[in-house]
């Protein structure tokens, strides 16, 4: 079997000029990742110092209240503590009390800032600091900025793994370590194709607890399964870990590009990796036939969201045989997206960044069969006639590695497939 | 600082958005950080609008706050007005561009734009989301409505309805049916359908229709002042209040009362034997202070139900609902913190809950029924068929609307008489749910031993020594089968039993001494 992928012939988009607009932006700010983090890390809590607005954020992202009592939460400032800072450390002393003194299971709490609480500067390092003396050991306590003037969408979670590594023990082991938020069902068959091959010992950040064994030094080798995940990607490299550069894992082509970028660095032969990537390399591929069909020769487009464009544009033009006409990013980091940029070929625009405005009348006149974006924008498009796809579903659904690559396909082509499907005219 | 899980209300910039995106012709430009514009999707995704809100974020960055965000404002605002050309503009800070202080109001009144740019106050600190759609209806027709001559026939303003509120669409289909039954036809609508050249017409109108306090009560006493239009007190959520709307209506207008009841069926539904069922039912409700009020009125007068607790998240009309509670001999509930209405239901352990999609979950979690009466807004408060809450209609959709969660009739009976079936059981719930019935603990119901102190709220009395109760063996596995939407009543009432006799252990005989205690 030929296991690296085939680079086009016309060239990757690595070195393509990027349009880059500036007026509205159309995104969620970074504290959206707390939905999905607080549900990986289940003795974590999340409490938002900010105002109303991030309350009302967190839970309408979440769609409905899905949980009694979510182990999230927001202080929300008020008038008198924005009088004076001195106060606002006290108070916030105060809810931490209050918080923790109710939720004993909590053994991390994060801190996390936001817009208001940056504007007025309000020193969470320094908290965090203090809390940490006071309830060790028996809490963390960590910060990270979700602020909107600082991070958009899903660099919120990027902000928080960050946030950890620091505090992360050191050792000396040979080990790999896999870094990004997955469902589980995801991460436990990753760390099993891995094993398969002999690697380990394989171990995952953000752990689910924080009393893991998680530790980092300059053996340890790391790959990305996420890639908005700059700032930790970082945070490693300071640490001494060492990154493997691989396309995503989303979709067979994908997978088996990063499987084995992390096979050929712990030396695993072709042999053994074709044994255990075999079987589920053609379960995938069949998966993503069946599933793309009505997908092939369709145009598609992405508005910036998750920063998972660039790698999903990749999967759905050269596996799922569609056409990209502009694939926007909230930011573009070549470090990360490199691989997966040299294996796109060109042709489409690449943005970065937003004028949401401009970026709709480019939209309305390529008039693409699948248009990629998020909540706020897919309703009216689909008004408009143009079939979308909400980008927040691809965040919160196992999208990753061979066994979800056909779901993954499958979340594109169902609104191709039902708008082929109603036969129902909207009543003027 | 106060720490928050769940908020029942947004910031008050939503409010403002609520009024833009129920108008025509006006946009709304906010300053506002990059984030911001999330609030976009509760009106494209809740409410499945399909157009964008008419709003433009300035969504500034950390990099613009050293430099120069006020330019950046009235770039936005420029590029805003040149690109939707609306009638109007409303401009704002969201709770991040206050602390800036930037001034959009300042800056636009410098920017020469040809139409009405209205400036909005709204203290992100101090104010929520009602506040803010309230304020902003204010200002837009403080600055274009101007008294004028009136219609020749009797006409009024429909005014309150807002976009994302709710029922708010098919209210105003059944009120303005209602009011042309009357011969009364609607001048203007507002803020949802009206265009700025709208409001400007609004005081041609003889009088207002406050369909909504909530979102137009200031408008609705400055137009009463400037204009001379009296405005309804009266909202027609019920049969009662429905008949009592049609009174004031005729009073304000000197037009003969005229109600159509042809189509009315709550009446006799209720009084149907099927509804027995329903007799002194314990109910809670909370959600905004005028859907409670109403909702109060109709569970005791006309569905037969016992108020045993209300109250209301917007502290606006917390003096309306302390009185309203004192009529019903209960104490009022003014709180926005979520938790804190969950330890009161807990408390009170009601048979239904009368609530926002706040308490439904609070319902699903604690087994007790629940029905939503009032925003804030779901997915599913935007039904596809028309649901008025309002008027005829809007009665009939309250009898089935609170019936459906419960257990019915015979069914109840059935639950009974043969409670050890194997279909019959617990688990099995209302056998019209489907799979989404309450699952009860896995024992059947809370243990006793974990009960809240009992804390009665029934009218009879309070003897409550406070004395600690345990249940004996036998007398627990008794509460067992009785089925589980009485449980939680039965073990209530048979705590506070024993405990204002100071028995100390509840025995099968306390239990059913308590039953006969309070057989109604």
Redesign the interface.
Known sequence: MNDLPRLPVTGGCRDEPILKQR??????????GIIWLHRKMQDAFFLV?G???C???L???AG??IF???RF???????T??AGLAD?QA??D??VD??LARRTDIKQLFLVGS??S???KLDLSRAAERMTEKYAPSVRVLNFSG????T?FTQGEDACLASMVPVLPETTERQLLLVGALPDVVEEQAVSLLTQMGIGPVRVLPAPRADSDLGIGENTVFALTQPFLGDTHAALERRGAHHLAAPFPFGEEGTTAWLREIADEFGVDAETFDRVTAAPRARARKAIAQASESLRDKTVFFFPDSQLEIPLARFLTRECGMQAVEVGAPFIHKGIVGPDLDMLAQGPTLSEGQDV?LQLDRCRSARPDLTVC???????L??EGLATKWAIELVFTPVHFYEQAGDLAGLFSRPVRRKDLLRVEAAE | ???????Y???P??GAMRVATGMKGLHYVLHA??????????F??IE?????PPV???????R??GSDTANLFKT?LE?AYE?FKPEALIVGA???AE??QDDPGGMSETMNIPVPVIPLELP???R?ENFGADETFFQIVRTLARPMERTRQITCNLIGPTALGFRHRDDITEVTALLSDMGISVNVVAPMTASPSDIRRIGAAHFNVLMYPETAESAARWMERELDQPWTKTVPIGVGATRDFVKEVAQITGVDPWLDESRLRLPWYSKSVDSTYLTGKRVFLFGDGTHVAAAARVARDEMGFEVVGLGCYNRETARQIRTLAKDYGVTALITDDY?EV?RTIEALQPEMILGT??ER??GK?LGIPCAVISAPV?VQDFPARYSPQMGIEGANVLFDTWVHPLVMGLEEHLLHMFRDDFEFHDAAGPSHHGGHAPKPEARGGPAPQAAPAPRDISRQKNEGSGVEVIWLDDAERELRKIPFFVRGKARRNTEAFASARGVAEISVDTLYEAKAHYAR
């Open positions: 007026g509205q932006r159309e995104v969620f700010c970074g504290l959206t110092i105002s109303r607005t309350a009302h954020l839970q309408s992202a409905v209240m009694a009592e979510p939460g927001t202080a929300i400032l008020e008038e503590d924005l606002a108070e916030l105060k809810v209050q918080l817009c208001p940056e504007v007025i602020s909107g003037i600082e958009t405005d998020g909540l706020g924008l897919a309703n009216p689909e008004a | 600082m106060k720490l928050t899980v769940w908020t209300e947004g910031p910039h939503v950080p990059q984030g911001d514009t999330y609030a976009d999707l509760l494209t995704m499945r609008r399909d157009h964008r433009t974020y300035t969504t500034f960055q950390a613009d706050l936005s590029e690109r969201s709770c991040t602390l800036i992100s600190y101090q929520k938790l969950e999609q706040m979950h609070i979690r779901h």
